[in-house]
């Protein structure tokens, strides 16, 4: 029984709050803060209320310091945004809770991924004997969970990697992201990066393109090589993979709009003069587009993201590819949330779950595959993300 605070009322947060409150036997009180503290109270309303709510702002450290020492939580999940990560992390240090969050630090002025500055957090971690937990969501987060189980359980040696995120669900908007618009279009136009022969090879946006046939009706979709924060931990975790590339699908129509809107510069990240004042054209655009939140009642069909590892068995070539899928409407109907943010927020829960009853704990910084891949699993599936196997399967080379 543990006090937790989750920090952040979008999407994935709404999530993560019902999910909590569905297991009142980890989770015995809850606190939900965010910027707008509106944004924590509508969240607790279609939960009878039976929620704390707090206003902060994550970026500021002794305002954190002073909300966490005031509720005392064992835990703080972080599903604000990538831009407050190491001030809450900082905030843990000084307060000695537990860490975990679902997407790695980003600066607010430079669109790069990389776990750098939170690795250089382990000692200070380990030194006050407090865990974080970096990329618990679903991507990064169950696909590094599904490499480790590919590692433990179906293959000798893991040597190539396809991680694979379609979305084949719809909400029948022109243009809108399934989550927070600012940091999915920064993602999406960033330099291209995948692992080959023990380095990063980089590409331009969304050149290299490549048909998967889903599994499950889905059916053959478009998908997109693009860099994606889990490589980098899982070819220093799993050292014997050679090449890894992330998949992702997007239609023709998001496509369309996306170069429409870089061409005129509206996903600009740096600040320019206008009226007399300095905005940066991604957060206007952001204000712009639909609230991802807004999308829930609207999204129908499935997203199925998993990983296809491939390498050897006894000796024998072989592949494996582990997958889950998600249905927009059935979230919907369980959380008033679609598939995209229930997917990050299940394993938020789930990771949180692990450290609270110390299946996965020990003192430092740790990626998703340094623990034990089953224990995960075993609270996922019930949790609402079943996982899927199917071993020796014979997918193409992507
Ligand atoms: P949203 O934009 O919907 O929500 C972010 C929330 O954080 C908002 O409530 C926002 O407040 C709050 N916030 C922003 N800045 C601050 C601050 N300085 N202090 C306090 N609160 C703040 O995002 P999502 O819910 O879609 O995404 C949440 C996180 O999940 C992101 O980090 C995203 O990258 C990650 N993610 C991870 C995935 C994975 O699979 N690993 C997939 C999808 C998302 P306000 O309402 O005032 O703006």
Known sequence: MSKVLIIGAGGVGQVVTHKCAQRRDIFSEITLASRTKSKCDAIAAQLGGDINTAQVDADNVPELVTLIRQLQPKLVINVALPYQ???????????????????????????????????????????????????????????????????????????????????????GQPFATNFNPEINIREVTATCRHWEDGRFVESPALSTKRVFDFPEGIGPMNCFRLYHEEMESLVKH?????????????????????????????????AVEFGGQKIVPIQFLKALLPDPGSLGPLTKGKTCIGVIARGTKDGQR??????????????????????????????????????????????GVFNMEQFDPELFLDVLGPMGLPTVVVDGGTWPEL
Not at 145 to 168: G, R
Not at 334 to 343: D, G, H, K, L, N
């Open 318 to 363: 072989r592949q494996v590819y582990i997958y889950n899928i998600c249905d927009h409407e059935a979230c919907y109907k369980e959380v008033q949330s679609q598939a995209i943010s229930y997917t990050t927020g299940v394993p938020a829960v789930v990771g949180a779950i692990m450290m609270l009853t110390k299946q996965w704990h020990a003192p």
């Open 85 to 171: 990560d190491l001030h809450i992390m900082d905030a843990c240090l000084e307060t000695g809770v537990d860490y975990l969050d679902t997407a790695n630090y980003e600066p607010l002025d430079t669109a790069k991924f990389e776990y750098s500055w939170q690795w250089a957090y382990q000692e200070r971690f380990k030194e006050k004997g407090l865990m974080a937990l970096l990329g618990s969501g679903f991507d990064p987060g169950v696909t590094n969970v599904y490499t480790a189980l590919a590692a433990k359980k179906y293959l000798d040696v893991v040597e190539e990697l396809d991680i694979i995120d379609a979305n084949a669900g719809s909400h």
């Open 238 to 270: 799993i050292p014997t993979i050679k090449k890894a590339q992330f998949w992702m699908t997007f239609s023709d129509n998001y496509l369309k709009h996306l170069e429409v809107l870089q061409n005129v510069g509206m996903t600009r990240i740096d």
